[in-house]
């Protein structure tokens, strides 16, 4: 899964990145533990173009009554995601990207939770795949995203058996909608020589921790 991440790419980098139109509210940046129920910045297409806002990580289906209604859905299973109600409709008509510099996995040694830090090899943006839904109850409403995830592979797979749908710049087209259909091919496992991770001091462990220390390496 993913269920933790950084991001530090500023709005007006993103928004340039991404050749999108940016929203007035934006989340803040830097933020080097973004957690669930975080607003975190999304790419999504509208009928003007492509547009740059803040999402809640957490989907949230339309027949959730509240938003502690059911699970706490942060990640959608690319296997599955065609047929699992909260998300079919999403992943065939609401597709969105979600950039950060990586994300956080953990491993145990004993009772232990050991974290690591995995992001690009090449220093470029992470951008993964995520899915998007609209959800309003009397006078709460959300725009909330789910990360698509699939099965790992290689040096990943020794940490844990999940890993963000990772894709390249020449995907976001096709994932978003603008390059027609078949975007379901792209929800696999990226080549092993795409990212690195190096351990990361237990501090991020909390959900309240800050700062750039957090993806320091350890022993650096």
């Known amino acids: 899964m993913c269920g933790r991440f950084a991001v530090t790419l500023p709005p007006d980098a993103m ?3 991404f050749e999108a139109a ?3 509210a934006m989340p803040e940046v830097p933020n080097y ?3 669930p ?3 975190v910045m999304s790419v999504s297409l509208s009928e003007s173009g492509r547009r740059l806002t803040g999402m809640r990580w957490g989907f949230l289906p339309h027949w959730y009554k509240a938003t502690n209604d059911g699970p706490l859905l942060i990640n959608a299973r690319a296997e599955t995601i065609a047929e699992k109600p909260a998300f079919r409709a999403a992943a065939r008509e609401r597709r969105c990207l979600i950039p950060m510099d990586g994300f956080y996995e953990w491993d145990r040694a004993g009772d232990k939770k050991l ?3 995995i992001h690009r090899a090449d220093g470029a943006p992470m951008v993964v795949a ?3 839904q609209d959800w309003a109850r009397g006078d709460e409403s959300f725009t909330t995203c789910a990360i698509v995830t699939t099965e790992a592979g290689g040096k990943m797979a020794e940490i844990h058996n999940r890993i963000p749908v990772i894709l390249e710049p020449e995907d976001w087209p096709l994932w978003l909608g603008e390059a027609g259909k078949g975007a379901a091919r792209l929800m696999t496992a990226a080549p092993d020589d795409v990212i ?3 351990r990361v001091g237990t501090e991020v462990n909390s959900n309240r921790a ?3 220390g957090l993806i320091k390496p350890l022993h650096a």
């Open 33 to 35: 533990n973004v957690c």
């Open 130 to 132: 995520g899915i998007w």
């Open 22 to 24: 940016p929203a007035n």
């Open 196 to 198: 690195e991770m190096y």
């Open 210 to 212: 800050s700062g750039a």
């Open 37 to 39: 129920t975080n607003s």
């Open 15 to 17: 928004a340039q990145l």
């Open 115 to 117: 974290p690591w830090f």
